[in-house]
């Protein structure tokens, strides 16, 4: 567990905070994470990575010389939002482009699309190579919808070398693309980890056990053991890994970089006693050992785990690999000086300032208060069930979702109450509403909840007050937008399996002539029906896990919030609306 | 706990040798530790540090460029003997001669200091400069015997330079002194950790709960209080430091380097919290921070707990404190190439031939088996109450005794059933036994009870069966030895306690007429009564924690197993002898 805190909810702005103090001459803060302290050098491709807190050195202490140029930082264990993601690219993309490189987890993927989108609009030229190394998270034939984990040190390892050879953005692609194909990963874990503020950990592993295949987001393993030796945990890492070696790779006389990863609690004298088993079983099978690494490069606070990574090399990865670098965590060889961003922009946090509130008829700013009742009536819900959703979460997911639902309605909240007391209409306070939850929450859910609010603000608009059809046509825009993103239809086991039903049934009630309350309130007993379905052994959109279709057992999280979301934003029509 | 095990007797080997294959360029294998992978350029002093295992990066991790020559590794919270500070020591001397520097605990202290001796004997000169930065294990007036925390890393790399300076031995000793006068620390724990291979943790931290003034070797803090949020212990920490500013500093306009420390289980994450904290209290108090280091630096295994040291710095500490740096786990700046050793002695582990066993006369190795059979005694019931006296010592030690005897109860055994079998006299039986003890136990126990036994078989010799007074004399010469090397008294509450009513009585019985057997069982039952009779509010020799005194409350576990072992010795003699 977290020990040190102040309020929670402040944990990874104050990490964040912390680490730029302690590190000034290496690295700078900027909107959205972290950039080097050193300008892009012209004409370089800038390497972006970034992810959730709670990882560390991943992503902040990469930040460096011979690794990324930014990164972006999201919440603890939840993705940064396209915005934060943007804007730390931004603050170090020069002609030569963007490549965005990062674990591949569900909510990184959707922000930082989101951000790539946004930088081309641009004409920022913006490329993506997610890591995919962790060998246990899907099978060989989907090796693309495998997590990242350890790995992504030598992914980015990869495409630092790449970018600070001069390479172009395609080049660079290609590379760390190639790289990545040839890093591969295996872990296991002995302890759950508990999240700043949380009163019990993610998940357990039973004493006396081990769980096979665990990722970094404290999601369980997916076989558990008895726990094994030393040596017969190094036997069993460095087995499953030669199971799968690059096809064009004979293990016998390749050459390999080796990283021992520890992911929090299992110290660096464990962690010697892993790498002595590893490289006498690598050494045996003919591999050569190329400076291995053996200490914390992707943490999961204070779980107790383990990582193997191999990265096969040829001459130039090898040359990438042992290339120097100098981050805040990660240095080795002798790095060349570069020139120091001027002054004027070395702090560049300094937030925007708010957007004036557009003009809005006074029909459409009185009802700004009911869509802000809705808002804080489910940020209250959230703030009551929020534990428990984390509990639904840790089942099968990284256990975020109840934090990250409550970051991101408190944001929601709070900004509808800015834009209700400047006079907003009832679009903007939606719309206003949905991009500081988008911003605030990060993850899978702050980018769908945030998109889905701001479609529904836009349809709904600031020129009149907002008829039964209007709701539910914004209604069904919203579902829209998040299918769109999110990529889920039904029978996927998301929230798209209980939003749909409420937004078809909310209007065919509205059609048929119900109040907008009461035809709301069936739609959000259907939608509670619907999200209680989605309990069986299908696999979540977006996550990498099939094999853990056969231990699922509990609804989907996200359905269950969107469904009791519903159930008080019914309430509190119920009260404020008389159509 | 560790997860990561083999046989937990073998952990600290089989981690030293993993971490050496981790790091052959930068480090190599030499008896008794590691030592830089280049030689000590001539003329310069050579400086070496030590200590226990489980403290990672300290000690071996702080070997290279700009810190330490070589690191002494002894077993898990042990201290290495002397004969591997010795061994590390001399693989790394030049004529300029070495420095001893490492935390100042009471089995280092002991160890070293006869490492210490034997060098000079042989005209290496050596001198020692022991860390004592932990402000809340001793009180001003009292700082010699303060011990050493995560302000060793600071009090390293003054040594370091002032060696690579080319100052000589002297100099270094002076600069090395001054600078551990100008290093302060505070520590504060929120749960203990678990030996590799105990069944539970050497202590624990009530839940909500702050222990003030935690060790680094488990010894659990001396003030408990709520647990504080993070600003608060930020606060806490920099209050009490400055409280105990060195005489000639003013804070204000002063320059400090600064050092968070994690134990283990506080993670990265949570020290950027409290560094900004600190940073803030000190920039407020007109203290400039020059170049922090936040992370891990001396650790506890998983134990949860986190230190703040300040250096106060000048000119040249600060030049020290800047200068580059390249070892396995400390890394600054650009560090200029040196000569590798060569090859020939870079691994210099092969372990010299026993010596031959000296010619006996056959009455002395006939009693030879009567040596074997008391120490085997000692060894069987070490094995059944290791547990017991380890958790004795956790509650005011660092609960190492435990393992600590097993180690040199099994080391001491073997030798002499080697011995035996070799033919040896009683004197050399005992001789061997002791000097296997002393180098395979570490710590305090094992340099006493490997000295003790050396004495006892120096006067009983090989030429002739041993008479009662011979071993009454035997025993005698066994307690001034003790009494000489640990410095302790009667009235100390340690085993010397127990020791000096053991034989003395033993004397007067001998004496008086009665068989050995006979007076031995007197003599031990004395030592009982004398080692229940420690139990009360002293501190226990050299250990620097005065402010235990108000709660101790049980016995010493060193008198405990002496008074035990000499019961058990009473046994065999009472089966295998007649006189």
Request: negative net charge.
């Given at each position: 567990m977290?020990?040190?805190?102040?309020?929670?909810?402040d944990?990874?702005?104050?990490?964040?905070?912390?680490?730029?103090?302690?590190?000034?001459?290496?690295?700078?803060?900027?909107?959205?994470g972290?950039?080097?302290?050193?300008?892009?050098?012209?004409?370089?491709?800038?390497?972006?990575?970034?992810?959730?807190s709670?990882?560390?050195?991943?992503f902040?202490?990469?930040?460096?010389?011979?690794?990324a140029?930014?990164?972006?930082?999201?919440?603890?264990?939840?993705?940064?939002?396209?915005?934060?993601?943007?804007?730390?690219?931004?603050?170090?993309?020069?002609?030569?482009?963007v490549?965005?490189?990062y674990g591949n987890?569900?909510?990184?993927?959707?922000?930082?699309?989101?951000?790539?989108?946004?930088?081309?609009?641009?004409?920022?030229?913006?490329?993506t190579v997610?890591?995919t190394d962790d060998?246990?998270?899907?099978?060989p034939?989907?090796?693309?919808?495998r997590?990242?984990?350890?790995?992504?040190l030598a992914?980015?390892?990869?495409a630092?070398?790449a970018?600070?050879?001069?390479?172009?953005?395609?080049?660079?692609?290609?590379?760390?693309?190639?790289?990545?194909?040839?890093?591969?990963s295996?872990?296991?874990?002995?302890?759950?980890?508990?999240?700043?503020?949380?009163?019990?950990?993610?998940f357990t592993?039973p004493?006396?056990?081990m769980a096979?295949?665990?990722?970094?987001h404290?999601?369980?393993?997916?076989?558990?053991?008895?726990?094994?030796?030393a040596n017969?945990i190094?036997?069993?890492l460095?087995?499953?890994?030669?199971?799968e070696?690059?096809?064009?790779i004979?293990?016998?006389g390749?050459?390999?970089?080796v990283?021992?990863n520890?992911l929090?609690?299992?110290?660096s004298?464990?962690?010697?006693?892993?790498?002595?088993g590893?490289?006498?079983l690598?050494?045996?099978?003919?591999?050569?050992?190329?400076?291995p690494e053996?200490?914390?490069?992707?943490?999961?606070?204070?779980?107790a785990g383990?990582?193997?990574?191999?990265?096969?090399?040829?001459?130039?990865?090898?040359e990438?690999?042992?290339?120097?670098s100098?981050t805040p965590?990660?240095?080795?060889?002798?790095?060349?000086?570069?020139?120091?961003?001027p002054?004027?922009?070395?702090?560049?946090?300094s937030s925007?300032?708010?957007e004036?509130?557009?003009a809005?008829?006074a029909?459409?700013?009185?009802?700004?208060?009911?869509?802000?009742?809705?808002?804080?009536?489910?940020?209250?819900?959230?703030?009551?069930?929020?534990?428990?959703?984390?509990?639904?979460?840790?089942i099968?997911?990284?256990g975020?979702?109840?934090?990250?639902?409550?970051?991101?309605?408190?944001?929601?909240?709070a900004?509808?109450?800015?834009?209700?007391?400047g006079g907003?209409g009832?679009g903007?306070?939606?719309?206003?509403?949905?991009?500081?939850?988008a911003?605030?929450?990060g993850?899978?859910?702050?980018?769908?909840?945030?998109a889905?609010?701001r479609?529904?603000?836009?349809?709904?608009?600031?020129?009149?007050?907002?008829?039964?059809?209007?709701?539910s046509?914004?209604?069904?825009?919203a579902c829209a937008?998040?299918?769109?993103?999110?990529?889920?239809?039904?029978?996927?086991?998301?929230?798209?399996?209980?939003?749909v039903?409420?937004a078809?049934?909310l209007?065919s009630?509205?059609?048929?002539?119900?109040?907008?309350?009461?035809?709301?309130t069936?739609?959000?007993?259907?939608?509670?029906?619907?999200?209680?379905?989605?309990?069986?052994?299908?696999p979540?959109?977006?996550?990498?896990?099939?094999h853990?279709?056969?231990?699922l057992?509990?609804?989907?999280?996200?359905?269950i919030s969107?469904?009791?979301?519903?159930?008080?934003?019914?309430?509190?029509?119920?009260?404020?609306?008389?159509n």
């Open positions: 977290s020990y040190v805190l102040n309020d929670p909810a944990f990874a702005d104050e990490s964040a905070a912390g680490f730029v103090a302690a590190h000034r001459t290496l690295v700078r803060r900027v909107t959205g972290v950039a080097r302290a050193t300008a892009t050098p012209a004409g370089q491709v800038a390497v972006v990575i970034g992810g959730g709670g990882h560390y050195p991943a902040a202490g990469l930040v460096g010389a011979g690794l140029h930014a990164a972006a930082m999201g919440n603890v264990f939840a993705s940064p939002s396209a915005q934060q993601i943007y804007s730390a690219a931004k603050s170090v993309a020069t002609d030569a482009g490549l965005f490189t987890y569900a909510g990184d993927v959707l922000n930082f699309d989101q951000a790539e989108k946004r930088l081309n609009d641009e004409g920022i030229p913006c490329h997610r890591v060998i246990y998270s899907a099978s034939a989907e090796h693309t919808k997590r990242g984990i350890a790995g992504d992914v980015f390892r990869a630092a070398w970018a600070e050879q001069g390479m172009s953005l395609d080049e660079v692609v290609e590379f760390t693309s190639r790289a990545n194909s040839r890093v591969r295996l872990g296991v874990a002995f302890s759950g980890c508990t999240l700043p503020g949380a009163s019990g950990p993610l592993v004493a006396g056990q096979v295949g665990m990722g970094i404290g999601e369980p393993g997916i076989d558990v053991v008895p726990l094994p030796t017969e190094a036997a069993r460095v087995a499953g890994l030669l199971e070696v690059p096809h064009d004979s293990p016998a390749a050459r390999a970089a990283i021992v520890g929090g609690a299992v110290k004298e464990e962690l010697f006693i892993i790498y002595a590893v490289e006498k690598l050494t045996d099978a003919g591999i050569t050992v190329v400076e053996v200490g914390e490069y992707a943490t999961s606070f204070e779980m383990i990582s193997l990574t191999l990265f096969w090399l040829d001459d130039q990865f090898e990438a690999w042992s290339s120097p100098y965590a990660y240095r080795k060889g002798v790095v060349a000086p570069t020139s120091k961003t002054e004027s922009i070395r702090e560049s946090t925007e300032l708010p004036a509130i557009p809005a008829s029909e459409s700013a009185a009802a700004g208060p009911i869509a802000q009742a809705v808002i804080a009536a489910i940020r209250d819900m959230i703030e009551r069930d929020a534990d428990e959703l984390g509990r639904l979460d840790a099968a997911g990284d975020d979702h109840g934090i990250g639902m409550q970051r991101g309605t408190r944001a929601a909240a900004a509808a109450d800015l834009a209700v007391a907003a009832t903007t306070v939606l719309i206003r509403a949905g991009d500081a939850w911003d605030k929450a993850g899978t859910s702050g980018a769908l909840w945030g889905a609010l479609a529904a603000g836009e349809r709904i608009g600031d020129e009149r007050a907002p008829s039964a059809s209007d709701v046509d914004a209604v069904t825009a937008s998040i299918k769109s993103y999110g990529k889920a239809e039904v029978g996927d086991k998301t929230m798209v399996d209980a939003l039903p409420f078809e049934t209007v009630q509205v059609t048929a002539g119900e109040s907008l309350s009461a035809a709301w069936v739609a959000a007993s259907e939608a509670t029906r619907a999200a209680d379905a989605t309990t069986d052994m299908l979540r959109m977006g996550r990498a896990r099939p853990m279709e056969k231990s057992g509990t609804p989907d999280p996200g359905a969107l469904a009791r979301a519903m159930t008080v934003a019914g309430h509190v029509l119920a009260i404020t609306t008389k």
